[in-house]
């Protein structure tokens, strides 16, 4: 089955520094990996999510960007801010083995701390 | 807000008890997905339906089980609490059969406390 990694497990920036949070995973038969955000008291929330006929997808001042040959992903965040402060997860879908089908295998979290 | 429900949002209750967690999908979503979160395991997959059916399962115990009703939403039923199941269950909804690449769209979670 699938197997992600995260990292790192935490990061600390500078209101109007960039983020990056970087996740490897392990089935090169994976082609949609989706990013979470989870501020406290909530659940998770989709960000953004890339599919793997492409290489990178922006959304304002959010990226996505994803090296099948590496099998690596990796979310970037640009002029970062307070509200930005959240837990992010990155994720992919469950192996075929086992009749895992439908559901997805998350990286164990990176907390961002944005300060002012 | 996702579209996702789920009650109650907190429950607290003792150790071999039994309780019900509930989760109404996003209007016209036909998966819904548990999920459990805990700080050691972090994001854990437990089970999924699609109209009804089981369709996937993943780490869930044998004393959980869940189920989806004809109006789609489902229940997770816990059984027998230990201490260990202390977390926070996420339900997540889809539109499809939950093929790769389906978006997953979580609610806002139960937690539960098991003293």
């Known amino acids: 089955g699938e197997n992600v990694e995260q990292h790192p497990s935490t990061l600390s920036v500078q209101e109007g520094d960039s983020a990056v949070i970087k996740c490897t995973y392990s089935?090169?038969?994976?082609?949609?990996f989706p990013w979470y955000k989870q501020e406290l008291g909530k659940g998770p929330q989709l960000i953004i999510d890339i599919r793997s006929n492409v290489g990178e997808k922006k959304d304002q001042r959010i990226a996505v960007t994803l090296n099948k040959t590496a099998k690596h992903f990796s979310l970037h965040i640009t002029e970062t801010q307070p509200e930005d402060s959240a837990v992010y997860f990155c994720a992919a879908p469950g192996g075929r083995s086992g009749g895992s089908q439908g559901n997805l295998i998350f990286g164990k979290g990176t907390k961002l701390s944005v300060k002012p | 807000d996702s579209g996702v429900t789920q009650t109650p949002k907190h429950l607290i209750t003792a150790t071999g008890q039994r309780v019900t967690l509930r989760c109404s999908p996003r209007s016209g979503d036909l998966s819904v997905y548990w999920y459990q979160q805990s700080l050691d395991q972090g994001l854990q997959f437990l089970i999924q339906y699609y109209n009804g059916e089981e369709r996937a399962k993943g780490n869930i115990l044998e004393r959980f089980s869940a189920q989806q009703f004809p109006d789609l939403h489902s229940e997770l039923n816990l059984s027998s609490l230990e201490l260990g199941d202390s977390a926070l269950y996420f339900c997540a909804s889809s539109l499809g059969s939950g093929g790769a690449g389906e978006t997953q769209y979580f609610g806002p979670g139960t937690r539960l406390l098991v003293l």
């Open positions: 089935d090169s038969a994976s082609n949609y």
